[in-house]
């Protein structure tokens, strides 16, 4: 059973277009250990994550490229979270807002970082 917290970082954590091309080949062939370790290589997924982006990927399910891709998908995912961490951008603690984040996902700390920026910026944008 995948848990809520593994499918929510799976589908928040950035993947290049082709490691996930490659990662679905080799799932096709019947080579998913290879398939986890492709998606781990650059995006910074743990393994458990990893596992379940690689199911999301073998279903159909696109992983975001960008971290714009990932904080819209976190958007319809847990808008509450956006809330509070937008809320806590908007007094200044970009720190407190990625450590929300990472207790809420299994981001790790630099996708953390990139995400809350990418929010950041998009607040500042508005």
Do not use: W
């Not at 250990?33 to 743990?46: E, I, N, Q, W, Y």
């Not at 908007?90 to 809420?104: F, N, P, Q, T, W």
Request: net charge negative; hydrophobic share 40%.
């Amino acid at each position: 059973m995948t848990s809520t917290k593994a499918r929510t970082t799976a589908l928040i954590t950035p993947v290049e277009q082709g490691a996930q091309q490659e990662a679905q080949a080799l799932a096709g062939e019947g080579r998913t250990a290879k398939a986890v370790r492709r998606l781990r290589k650059d995006s910074g997924l743990g393994l458990d994550t990893a596992s379940v982006a690689l199911d999301l990927l073998t279903q159909g399910q696109a992983l975001p490229t960008t971290y714009s891709q990932a904080l819209d998908a976190l958007r319809h995912l847990d808008a509450p979270l956006v809330a509070e961490m937008t809320d806590l951008l908007a007094s200044g603690h970009r720190d407190s807002a990625i450590k929300l984040l990472r207790e809420r996902t299994d981001i790790d700390l630099a996708g953390g970082y990139h995400l809350v920026t990418e929010l950041s910026g998009q607040l500042g944008a508005q």
